[in-house]
């Protein structure tokens, strides 16, 4: 199965350089000469000619754009490589529509989706009832992901899901 590494995006400069929106934690992806496919382009694959960070953003060469207008043209692109199993990591189709439950089994939710964030990612969980929560993927709070099983364990501070949530400090004793 094919994954998005990146997204292109504008053109920089007037040599066929492209800022990409990564969205892989592989680096080894960007090196010359690694080939992607392009979604929606079944005949293109671009390869990596030089890659290199700019003002917190990545910029792209590829082989087969050497102008700003092939660059554009593929604008909004997504750059397509194959899925590799890692230990520890996970693909947001294999998240969606895992049960979200706490350690002790109770549910509070479904995984709807992953939105990828600079700091950390979040996953998405819709309750029971009640609007999306958006819970912070680090293993301190999703200490464990069972894909096979579809079920994610949760750990939630306080308040994340139970909106009456009041901590006794909060409370003024009289």
């Given at each position: 199965m094919q994954m998005t590494a990146g997204i292109i995006g504008p053109a920089h400069g007037l040599r066929g350089e492209a800022m990409v929106e990564v969205r892989s934690d592989d680096p080894e992806i960007w090196a010359p000469g690694f080939v992607f496919g392009v979604l929606g382009e079944p005949e293109m694959e671009l390869t990596v000619r030089s890659a290199r960070m700019h003002k917190d953003r990545l910029l792209v060469g590829f082989e087969?754009?050497?102008t700003r207008e092939q660059v554009e043209a593929l604008r909004g692109k997504k750059l397509l490589v194959e899925e590799t199993e890692e230990e520890d990591a996970?693909?947001?189709?294999?998240l969606k529509?895992?049960?979200a439950v706490m350690p002790d089994g109770a549910?509070?939710?479904t995984v709807t989706g992953l939105q990828f964030?600079?700091?950390q990612d979040l996953l998405l969980v819709k309750p029971v009832s009640g609007a999306t929560v958006m819970v912070p993927f680090v293993e301190e709070l999703v200490p464990e992901v069972?894909?096979?099983?579809?079920?994610v364990t949760l750990t939630p501070p306080p308040g994340l899901f139970d909106d009456d949530y009041v901590d006794a400090?909060?409370?003024n004793s009289n």
């Open positions: 087969e754009l050497s996970w693909y947001p189709h294999q529509g895992c049960v549910t509070l939710g964030g600079m700091a069972d894909v096979e099983n579809k079920r400090s909060d409370r």
